[in-house]
T-cell receptor
Framework: IAGITQAPTSQILAAGRRMTLRCTQDMRHNAMYWYRQDLGLGLRLIHY???????GKGEVPDGYSVSRANTDDFPLTLASAVPSQTSVYFC?????????????FGEGSRLTVL | GESVGLHLPTLSVQEGDNSIINCAYSNSASDYFIWYKQESGKGPQFIID?????DKRQGQRVTVLLNKTVKHLSLQIAATQPGDSAVYFC?????????????FGTGTRLKVLA
């Protein structure tokens, strides 16, 4: 079934460790996004990419980096994890020129930083 | 700054009744307004969107109303069913130089009472 695959589903991480959350889509969508979801704060945009080879900062980019080497993959890296990065992370995508506002979301990666 | 908010954090509705979930937005330069449904442990799922040049759009059992004068968005669910129990998010898509960076509200939990 086409869609977005995120990995890992869940991870417990010691503070200071490096972590990469993986996101792969097979829909050939141009634009991809990383959001974090925290209770009471909704979904907040971390980084985005409108097309392969380009990235941009969202609302809460500090402590995170992304790369977009090809259309399908959009990994999110925490260089040195801190407890405040405990959250549920969602990857999303959409066709750049689509005549719709729809974003397609993955099932999320739950990260706990101790 | 930009923000998208919701009037009610929790809404309890009797099964079979209609539900109305409200949302206020602050950014007038958005071309899409979108509603998402999120069930526990899953990623957000697109319900319906509406373009900024429209006032109303209907889907299957759902209607979205957009009042640009007061910057208000609402989602109406007809004949609410137990499967409608979830958290509902509104989102807007401010368009700045062609960059699509969706902004989400904090969410409203809909509880359907048997």
């Amino acid at each position: 079934i086409a869609g977005i695959t995120q990995a890992p589903t869940s991870q417990i991480l010691a503070a200071g460790r490096r972590m990469t959350l993986r996101c792969t889509q097979d829909m050939r969508h141009n634009a991809m996004y990383w959001y974090r979801q925290d209770l009471g704060l909704g979904l907040r945009l971390i980084h985005y990419s409108n097309t392969a080879g380009t990235t941009g900062k969202g609302e809460v980019p500090d402590g995170y980096s992304v790369s977009r080497a090809n259309t399908d993959d959009f990994p999110l890296t925490l260089a040195s994890a801190v407890p405040s990065q405990t959250s549920v992370y969602f990857c999303a995508s959409r066709p750049y020129s689509a005549n719709t506002g729809e974003l397609f979301f993955g099932e999320g990666s739950r990260l706990t930083v101790l | 700054g930009e923000s998208v908010g919701l009037h009610l954090p929790t809404l309890s509705v009797q099964e079979g009744d209609n539900s109305i979930i409200n949302c206020a937005y602050s950014n007038s330069a958005s071309d899409y307004f979108i509603w998402y449904k999120q069930e526990s442990g899953k990623g957000p799922q697109f319900i319906i969107d509406i373009r900024s040049n429209m006032d109303k759009r209907q889907g299957q059992r759902v209607t979205v109303l957009l009042n640009k004068t007061v910057k208000h968005l609402s989602l109406q669910i007809a004949a609410t069913q137990p499967g409608d129990s979830a958290v509902y998010f509104c989102a807007e898509n401010p368009t700045t130089s062609g960059t699509y960076k969706y902004i989400f509200g904090t969410g409203t939990r809909l509880k359907v009472l048997a």
